[in-house]
């Protein structure tokens, strides 16, 4: 059976990439994808497997890039956010935890707890 499916150019050029890598065809590899998917889709890990599966993946030294600067440093020596309201902000915030007293005491009341 044949399917034909439109990609985005970068995504193509993506799976084009890591094709070449593996010495396969963009096709072979987009089907070994979707068997991987689908084969994986069907397995039902739980949370506890899949944190132990992460666990278990070694470290991609391309991935890691060590620190420059003491993190703490750079967040007090960063600018603050022109455009970050802090009254409107804990305006917001006062409305948010009114709700949720609000919903907190009308749930109370529904199950018979206070009055």
Do not use: H
């Not at 994808?33 to 069907?42: D, H």
């Amino acid at each position: 059976m044949a399917i034909t499916i439109t990609l985005e150019d970068d995504l193509v050029a993506g799976l084009e990439n890591r094709a070449k890598q593996q010495q396969l065809s963009v096709e072979r590899f987009a089907i070994s994808l979707l068997t991987e998917a689908i084969e994986s889709e069907s397995e039902s890990d739980t949370p506890l497997q899949v944190v132990a599966r992460i666990r278990a993946t070694p470290p991609n030294p391309s991935r890691i890039r060590p620190a420059t600067a003491n993190l703490a440093d750079v967040l007090r020596a960063s600018p603050g956010d022109p455009c970050f309201d802090l009254e409107n902000w804990n305006r917001q915030w006062s409305a948010i935890e009114a709700e949720r007293k609000a919903v907190t005491r009308a749930n109370d009341l529904a199950e018979g707890r206070g009055g």
